[in-house]
Structures are given as structure tokens and as C-alpha cells.
């Protein structure tokens, strides 16, 4: 299964539900930690919230975030294509993304970038065939000195990552996911 990293309303995973309470209730949550006229402020915690539960945000979702906001739907989008944290499609169970700034190319960031889609057998912006990998391009991960860099899953940091590097790393995630099917 690959993916493109276009955002498509009409992808066959996107939810048609409409949001639940639970959801709702934790929204309603967020909301209150602003004034009332501030409200707008929660658009962020919203859209994690929606990721949690269904591990991306789709176009629907982005429109009930907007209307249970006040907001309008373009705004909610681009706080959405902004940020690499926020899944636009169903993504893999690893999530890797690869720094393509200019110190991480400096420093033999376009090997590693090259190395990991021979192993994976994807693309920048493809998922493996398995659902275990997804491959996006980040702009910068701010960690210039130690590149180049790769973030897992928006909250592991892979730095200096040399083809050995990064085959053990992906070894590792293989083994780790196995091991939890287990």
C-alpha cells in the first residue's frame, strides 16, 4: 500500500461518523483552558485529539473542528499542512521523518534519505506494502549539529545516521513491532 502525502477528502479510510462524544468531551476540555473569544486557540489540542483516535485528520474532521471552533475550514487546513506532526492520510505504525534541509544535505543527509527508501522499497511520502513504515520529508528538525537527522514518529530523534545506523534502527522497529504482535 503506498500513499501519496496529498491530503484527499475522498480517501477510502476517511471517517463519515460524526465525531464522538468522547471526543467531543475532551474538546470541550481544551476549549475551557481559553476565553471565551480565544477559543480559536484549542485548533492544535482539537486536532491532535482527532489524530489520537484516528491516527490522521481528514478533510471532515478539519471541517467539524472548524464549525465546533468557529473558525473558518481554510484556517483549520493550514494549521493542518503546516505542521509535519499531523497525519493528512492513514500512515504507517512508524512514521519517519527525514530532514531534507540544507545542513542534513550537507552532511549526507540525500544517503540516508536514498538508503532508507532502497530498504523500505517506498518513496518520500509512501507507505510500505506491510502498513509498518511511512516515509515524509521534514524541513528542518532543528538539531543542525548533530545531522543528518530523522524524527520517529514525531518524538524519537535519530541523529548522525549512517546506512548502519539506520538499517539497525529499522531492524529494530521491525523486531519491536513483531514482538508486540506476539
Known amino acids: 500500500m503506498t500513499t501519496s502525502s496529498t ?3 475522498t480517501a477510502p479510510s476517511a471517517p463519515s461518523a460524526p465525531l464522538k462524544p468522547a471526543i467531543l468531551e475532551r474538546f470541550a476540555r481544551e476549549v475551557a483552558k481559553y476565553p471565551e473569544a480565544g477559543k480559536q486557540s484549542a485548533v492544535m489540542a482539537c486536532l491532535a485529539i482527532v489524530q489520537q483516535d484516528e491516527g490522521f485528520i481528514s478533510m471532515q474532521r478539519e471541517r467539524e473542528i472548524a464549525e465546533y471552533l468557529g473558525m473558518a475550514p481554510i484556517a483549520v487546513h493550514e494549521v493542518t ?5 499531523y497525519n493528512q492520510h492513514p500512515v504507517g505504525k512508524f512514521k519517519l521523518n527525514v530532514c531534507t534541509n540544507l545542513p542534513c544535505q550537507l552532511r549526507d543527509g540525500v544517503t ?3 538508503h532508507l527508501e532502497k530498504k523500505l522499497g517506498i518513496k518520500m511520502g509512501e507507505t510500505t506494502a506491510d ?3 511511512t516515509l515524509q520529508q ?3 528538525l532543528g538539531a543542525c549539529a548533530d545531522s543528518p537527522v530523522m524524527l520517529v514518529n514525531d ?3 535519530c541523529s548522525f545516521m549512517s546506512n548502519e545506523k539506520l538499517d539497525q534502527l529499522i531492524d ?3 523486531g519491536s513491532a513483531k514482538g508486540e504482535a506476539a
Open 7 to 9: 491530503h484527499h477528502d
Open 81 to 85: 499542512t503546516f505542521y509535519n506532526m
Open 112 to 114: 540516508a534519505l536514498v
Open 131 to 133: 502498513g509498518m513504515f
Open 138 to 140: 521534514s524541513e528542518c
Open 155 to 157: 518524538r524519537t530523534m
Open 172 to 174: 529494530g522497529l521491525r
